[in-house]
Structure formats: C-alpha cells, structure tokens
C-alpha cells in the first residue's frame, strides 16, 4: 500500500466512520459475541504473498464491528466512559500521519512545547493553583505508579535508585479501600509490596477518616515501619467516593509524606467550578492524576499528572543515556525523564483540538448535563417496585440493587443481553450491586432514560 493509495482508502474510512457513529443507536452496546468466535474467524497465519486492500477492508467490516463493545455508543453506561470526540479523532489521524516519538525535544519540538501549554491550559481549566506544572501519561496506572515510584525513592533518601530496597526499611503507603486497583499494582511494581499498602479505614461517606490515617501512620512508625506517601481517592471506581483532600494531605504533610491525588474520572468534572469543592486542598498535594480521556471527550490515551514540582518525580524516573543527550540543551524539558516509558505519542494535539473545538463552555454543558440526567434517572429507579438506589448519584455515577443479590445479578445479566444499555456492577458493602455511570460524549436526556425503561420492560 502506498502513501497515494492511502489516501482514498482515508476517505472510505472516513465515510465507514460516519455510517458506523450514525447507526451506534441501532446496535447492541456489548459485544454479544462469545469468547473464541473472533480468533476462529482469522487464519492461523500470516500470509506469504500481499493481500488486496479491498480485501483486508471488507473482512475488517464482516469480522470486527460486531464482535465490539461500542465505547462510543450513546448509551454506554459501564465501567467510565472513554470518549472520543470528532475533534479529538482528526488530531489522532493528524498525530498518526507524523508518527513521531515525542521522547525529546529534539525529536519533536511541537510536540513537547504544545503540550507545556496544554498543561497551562488544563491546569487553569480545573482552577489548579499556578505553581503545579504537568505532564501527559498513556494512563492513570502509570502516572500513579510513577507517583508511587517518587515516594519510594524520596521515604528512602534516594538511595534506592541505586542500591534498591534489598535491606531496607519496610515502606508503608496508606490509600482507602475505595481507591482503584492501579494503587495495588503500583505497590506491587514498585518493589514495595501488596502488604505495606494500608487500607485506612473510611468514614460514614466512604472518605478516608483523616484521624485514621494519622494513627496508622504513627502505628507504623511506633513498629519500625518508614510511611512513604498518601494516595488519595477523589471520584473512585466503584461508588464515586470522596477522601477529605485537605485534611489527608494536611496528615500527609505532618508526617512529611508525600501525596498523590487520584481524580482519573472526576477530575474532568472540576473545570466546572460548582464541583470543585469535591477535592477542597488539591493545591496542597504534590501529584494530581486526571483522564482527560474519560469525561473530557479527549480519546484514549490521554492521562494528565499534575506535579507541584516535578524534580522529585525526574529524580526517580530520568535517566541521560549517551545516546539520549541532547548536547547543548541540557536545561530544556524531555518530558520521558519525566514518565515511565522511554517513547512518547504526540497526545497533546488532541487536547488542543478538543479544548479549541468544543471550548470550555461546551465541555461544561456536557459535563452538567450528565450530572443532572443521572441525578433525574435515580430519582426515577429509586421510585420503582423493588428497585433500592444503593449510593446516590456523586457527580453522575450512582449504584441501585434490585432485591437482593441473586435478582440483582440475573437483572444485570438480561440488561446487557437485551442491548439497548450497558451496565457494569460493583460490591458496595457486601452487596451486589449495578453501577449507572452517566458520561458518553453523545449522549442525550433520552438516552439515560432508555435505562429506566428497559429496567421496567425486563425486570
Ligand atoms: N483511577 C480511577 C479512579 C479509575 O477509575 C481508573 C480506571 O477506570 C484508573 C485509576 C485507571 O485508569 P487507567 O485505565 O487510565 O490506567
């Protein structure tokens, strides 16, 4: 295939692109395939001789819509939405047409110098106090990780960069239950270990009680542990909980521990300012993890670490191989000195697209609306027969049961099979329960409600 060829072949994806987004309404939204039934289809190898583009296309069309879960169909509820607006599309073709590796300035000048500003713009966007400068990661696991790696290294005096942990002092990093799974890996990576992750009990509204993370740390202290940092929990996956920011990282800050705040979903929601009292002290905390590409409608893979000064984190993760100097310039930013892995896309296109196309104001239309629609579909599954709203709404992410454990899960079950919504569950004291998360970039008041009604057709 050649660059001209690629040309008209753009154009028939671009055409197969706007059939596919029109007619999402009229498909299931999880894949009601069964496991298997794709790689059966392929053959077992690759093929000697070149195939027809044409070819390759139409199998494309026959083999993988159908066998997709529809991430940007109108009424995907599931899990956090991973949007992708139309602007956020054309920068990712305009990214993929350079294909550079932005790991250095030199590499990619543009790249690295729109995403400096972008990291302005986000920062003012979410009303982050001025001093916090950022970077973009492929995810949120990574930027927590390289959090975490940061408070490794800065609880063991540095010297685990060279020498590692082997004969160290057992490190200790305090998180609620409530905070996502990529706390437990980071942990795990990080050479600290699944045990020396404190689950620091929670109050009544599943924050994290500031008074028990004090005396977990001061026990730890008292037995010979070394605390090293705080995650902190603003939106979790579950029921969307909350830790007090300002009184955990005030803990943090008495015990001179490092803070990480993890707003990978919520974070988004911050650049309307009525919900910024959500994370009230976030100017407080040395790291700030949000996913644009969650409820910003800038696609997948977009993840944003704010750093209140990123040379601790650079002292972790930078390394200047010979073959990585950029001589004479050694004062400018690379930002892979300040992630995890070496190579870096040019991600920071799309946010500017998106942040121009739709503007601040039309992202916070989005971004009310969801939390209105959700606040209006609890009401109505909370006046149903037999259905309890188990949390209510934060932001637009709430969780109902219907009965009991066993009728909640087959409910669960048959929501998904019929199509026309997709939900996802969770375990929220001890019970079974489903999760409605409001959040697609398309949807409209009529399409949350299609919940409503399909839990009223097959209940
Ligand atoms: N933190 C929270 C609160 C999340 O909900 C998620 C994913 O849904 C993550 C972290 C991990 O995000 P990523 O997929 O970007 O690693």
């Known amino acids: 295939m050649t660059h001209d060829e690629l040309l008209e072949w753009s154009r028939r994806a671009a055409e197969w692109a706007l059939d596919y987004h029109n007619g999402l309404r009229d498909r299931p939204v999880r894949a009601q395939v069964a496991y298997g039934a794709t790689a059966a289809r392929l053959p077992a190898i690759a093929p000697d001789a070149p195939e027809p583009v044409e070819q390759i296309f139409d199998d494309f069309q026959a083999v993988v819509p159908d066998a997709m879960t529809h991430w940007q169909h109108p009424r995907f509820f599931a899990y956090f939405p991973a949007n992708a607006s139309p602007a956020s599309m054309l920068a990712e073709q ?54 975490v790696l940061t408070m490794r290294d800065r609880a063991m005096g540095w010297r685990s960069v060279e020498e590692g942990l082997c004969g160290g ?86 015990h001179d521990l490092y803070t990480h705040v993890d707003a990978a979903w919520a974070g988004s929601a911050m650049i309307c300012s009525e919900f910024r009292g959500l994370w009230a002290g976030v100017d407080a905390a040395d790291s700030v993890v949000f996913n644009p590409h969650k409820w910003l409608g800038i696609q997948f893979d977009c993840a944003v670490q704010f750093l209140a000064d990123p040379a601790p984190q650079i002292r972790s993760l930078g390394l200047r191989p010979d073959y990585l100097q950029t001589l004479g310039q050694d004062e400018i930013v690379n930002f892979n000195e300040w992630t995890v892995p070496l190579g870096r896309r040019f991600r920071a296109l799309k946010i500017w697209f998106v942040l121009r196309a739709y503007g601040l104001d039309g992202l916070r239309t989005r971004i009310r609306n969801h939390v209105t629609w959700a606040e209006e579909l609890a009401a109505v599954i909370g006046g149903m027969e037999g259905f309890e709203i188990f949390t209510p709404p934060a932001l637009s992410l709430f969780t109902f049961r219907y009965r009991d454990d066993v009728q909640t899960e087959s409910l669960l079950a048959r929501i998904n099979d019929d199509g026309r919504v997709y939900l996802t569950q969770t375990r929220h004291d001890g019970q079974f329960v489903i999760r409605v998360q409001v959040g697609q970039f398309d949807c409209t008041r009529d399409d949350v409600m299609m919940v409503a009604q399909v839990l009223s057709e097959i209940s």
């Open 169 to 254: 002092p057992r490190l200790r990093i305090y998180a609620s239950a409530q905070t996502h799974s990529s706390v437990d890996k980071a942990v795990r990576l990080a050479g600290i270990g699944q045990a020396n992750l404190v689950k620091v009990p929670v109050r009544d509204d599943f924050g994290m009680d500031p008074a028990a993370l004090d005396a977990a740390i001061r026990a730890d202290l008292a037995a010979g542990y070394r605390p090293a940092g705080v995650v902190i929990c603003c939106g979790g996956t579950s029921i969307g909980a909350f830790d007090p920011v300002a009184e955990c990282v005030a803990v943090a800050r008495a």
């Open 94 to 147: 305009l990214a993929n047409a350079i294909a550079a590796q932005a790991m250095l300035w030199q590499t990619s000048p543009a790249a690295t110098e729109i995403e400096q500003v972008m990291m302005t713009w986000l920062r003012e966007a979410l009303g982050l106090a001025d001093h916090f400068t950022g970077t973009i990661h492929d995810s949120a696991t990574t930027a927590t990780l390289s959090a």
